[in-house]
Structures are given as structure tokens and as C-alpha cells.
């Protein structure tokens, strides 16, 4: 069974600051994998989506690699700012459904 | 135009009672998908329907019966609520069943059971 850990659980981090966001997965036979943005009270709203050819994606400020024999994707937020604070989830569609990982809880303070 | 819309999105109902939460996507898609998320905020596939076809039934309560009418809409009714079904339900799609094209989700339905 797919299992996404996500890791750091919350971070915090003045705005400017370039950060990482890692997410692993215990099966690597994946379709893709996307990442979710979820601002609170909110629904999911897709950031970047890397198929399962693919190594990276790139949108505005944000890059979303992906290495699928190592298990790891890991989501680049350049430039931090207030407006990013959110949590982000990493899913991945193993066929039929996506796996969620538990979210990274970010907060960008001014 | 909204791409996968779900209606209620708030409900809040008392124990015991029968409750439905209807989706529909207009993307053309052939899978969609009900979502769980409960209060530590993990989200859990609950169902899915391919061209009207269940494909996925993952450990929930038969109290809980999905219907896809036809494959734009699929809806989820909930028998005897119980306190513990609170949390907030996601209707998802895909353009195919793999899901390698991507995800939509729609804005949630926040249940409340008292």
C-alpha cells in the first residue's frame, strides 16, 4: 500500500526566504505525482502536477522535482511571502486514487 | 464555470438523520472520486466511479452509498449519522481512471454532526 510522508509537519519562515518542502512515497510504480496548496477552510487547489516521465515541473516561483526510484519529490518556494502561507500536500496516483501525505503547514511571516 | 462543484457546502444535521451531498464536474472526465477529510486534516479516498462503474470502496461504513447517476455527477448519501462522520468531504475528478492527467477537487462540503 502507497504511503506519503511529508516532512517538516509546520514551518515557519520570514518572508524572502527560499524553501523546501519534501515528500516521500514508499512505492515508486506511480503515475504522478501532484501538489495541493489548502489555505484554511478552503479546498485544494493544484500547484504543480509532475507525471510520472517527468522530473520536474516549474510555475511562477515554485519548482516540484521528482526522482521516482528513490521515492522523493520535493516542492522549491522561491522568495517566501505572507500570501504563501498554507498547507501543502503532496499526493501521489499510484492508479485508481491519489495518496495523500499529511501536509506541511507553512507560515511566511512579514 | 466552476470545474467540480458540490453542493451543500456546509451541512449540519443531528445524529441519526439521512444526509446527500451531490457533485458534479463539467470537465468531460471519465473518474471521479469522494475524499475524506477528517479532523487532523489527513484526507482518505473513499470511493471511486469510472463511467459510472465503482472501482474503489476503501473500509468505510455501509452507511455511507455513493450514486453516480451518469458519469458528470456522482453523489454520496450518509444513512444514520453518527458524530464521528464530521469532516469535511472532497468530490474529486480525473480524465481517466490512473489519474495521470492530473486531479480537480472540488470546494469541500463541511459536515457537522451534533
Known amino acids: 500500500k502507497q504511503e506519503v510522508t511529508q516532512i517538516p509537519a509546520a514551518l515557519s519562515v520570514p518572508e524572502g526566504e527560499n524553501l523546501v518542502l519534501n515528500c516521500s512515497f514508499t512505492?515508486?510504480?506511480?503515475?504522478?505525482l501532484q501538489w495541493f496548496r489548502q489555505d484554511p477552510g478552503k479546498g485544494l487547489t493544484s500547484l504543480l502536477l509532475?507525471?510520472?516521465?517527468?522530473r520536474e515541473q516549474t510555475s511562477g516561483r515554485l519548482n516540484a522535482s521528482l526522482d521516482k526510484s528513490s521515492g522523493r519529490s520535493t516542492l522549491y518556494i522561491a522568495a517566501s511571502q505572507p500570501g504563501d502561507s498554507a498547507t501543502y500536500l503532496c499526493a501521489v496516483s499510484s492508479g485508481y486514487a491519489l495518496n495523500f501525505g499529511k501536509g506541511t503547514s507553512l507560515l511566511v511571516t512579514p | 464555470d466552476t470545474a467540480v462543484s458540490q453542493t451543500p457546502k456546509y451541512l449540519v444535521t443531528q445524529m441519526g438523520n439521512d444526509k446527500s451531498i451531490k457533485c458534479e464536474q463539467n470537465l468531460g472526465h471519465d473518474t471521479m472520486y469522494w475524499y475524506k477529510q477528517d479532523s487532523k486534516k489527513f484526507l482518505k479516498i473513499m470511493f471511486s466511479?469510472?463511467?459510472?462503474?465503482?472501482?474503489i470502496n476503501e473500509t468505510v461504513p455501509n452507511r455511507f452509498s455513493p450514486k453516480s447517476p451518469d458519469k458528470a455527477h456522482l453523489n454520496l448519501h450518509i444513512n444514520s449519522l453518527e458524530l464521528g462522520d464530521s469532516a469535511v468531504y472532497f468530490c474529486?475528478?480525473?480524465?481517466?481512471?490512473?489519474?495521470?492527467?492530473?486531479?480537480?477537487f472540488g470546494s469541500g462540503t463541511r459536515l457537522t454532526v451534533v
Open positions: 509532475i507525471q510520472s516521465s517527468q
Open positions: 474529486a475528478s480525473s480524465q481517466e481512471a490512473t489519474g495521470y492527467y492530473g486531479y480537480t
Open positions: 512505492d515508486s510504480a506511480i503515475y504522478n
Open positions: 466511479y469510472n463511467n459510472k462503474e465503482l472501482i
